[in-house]
């Protein structure tokens, strides 16, 4: 099976290319973790881009990618295994379990490095929004994360550098984030 990443944007973003925000797609690829399916791109905005993927998992546990500074928001609709992410100041590594039917945020002003450990040939299939940290303060919602603590109720994992919630994923937006995902494959 051979991995596709398509890369589109969309003719009001005024962009020349869908650069990845966060983590690319390719950086994926190259570490393995994937052995096969699609991933697109869609460039929306300077510093504003959704990826829908529909990929089955390759090496159990790949190498670490890194993500730029960025807001991350998924929602997986098919997932299983487990994230881990380093904290830049050599803490340790925070652990994220996937499941399907959640939709993850994850904060990271500094950007982050993670490693996954997926079982191999399992499908994962979902929608990531990446929000870049100058499109945040431009609408002017940069200061508004700054109340997500450990306190918080959805709050999964944090450090210093980067904050991590969960929550079941709403009907109504499953039901948008599944009709966007078929339009698109």
């Known amino acids: 099976m051979t991995f596709h990443i398509q890369r589109r944007t969309l003719i009001q973003s005024e962009l020349e290319s869908a650069a990845s925000i966060g983590v690319d797609p390719a950086d994926v690829a190259s570490a393995q973790l994937v052995s096969g399916g699609l991933c697109k ?3 929306i905005h300077a510093g504003l881009n959704l990826t829908v ?3 089955i998992a390759g090496t159990a546990l790949g190498e670490p990618v890194r993500s730029a500074p960025c807001l991350a928001i998924d929602i997986l609709f098919n997932a299983t295994g487990r994230g881990w992410i380093s904290p830049p100041d ?3 590594d925070l652990s994220i379990p996937y499941r399907r039917g ?5 904060f990271a002003p500094p950007g982050a490095t993670g490693r996954y450990d997926v079982p191999a040939g399992a499908r994962f ?3 990531d929004i990446r929000i870049g940290l100058d499109f945040l303060e431009r609408l002017g919602w940069l200061g508004a994360f700054a109340v997500l603590t450990r306190g918080h109720p959805h709050h999964v994992a944090s450090c210093g550098a980067c904050w991590i919630g969960a929550l079941s994923l ?4 499953a039901g948008q984030a599944k009709a966007c995902s078929t339009a698109v494959f």
């Open 102 to 106: 959640m939709m993850y945020l994850t």
């Open 170 to 173: 709403p009907e109504r937006i």
């Open 41 to 43: 791109v869609f460039g």
């Open 90 to 92: 050599g803490g340790e």
């Open 53 to 55: 993927f529909d990929v």
């Open 125 to 127: 299939h979902g929608i």
